[in-house]
């Protein structure tokens, strides 16, 4: 289980949260990123508004591999991100592809 009174949290991104213009916009900097890559999980598109977006779903075959983006960021970096994926994304604990614990957005 992730910590929560860490510093730091680890969040698994792999759409426009990886995005340097995004992260600044969003928290003020850009943020160093790692890749990694989440079993289980299917991405797929999202509309939302007038834009499509990357979301994640799982994988019923359970063998799908989403490659993403893994980000180091405070909780209240972790706060302003819940705010701007919206009602249509839920904030999940995983395991990632090298053994790390992280949170990712995923289909509510």
Known sequence: MIDNTNQ???????????????????????????????????KKNVLLGDEVYPI???????????????LEVTPEELRRFDIYETSAYKRIEVTLQSGGVAWVYVES
């Open 8 to 42: 730091h949290q680890r969040l698994f991104t792999y759409g426009t949260l990886q995005i340097p213009s995004v992260q600044k916009l969003l928290v003020g900097r850009e943020i160093p990123m790692t890749a990694d890559a989440l079993p289980g999980f299917i």
């Open 56 to 70: 994640l779903t799982p994988d019923p075959d359970g063998t799908n591999l989403v490659d993403g983006m893994v």
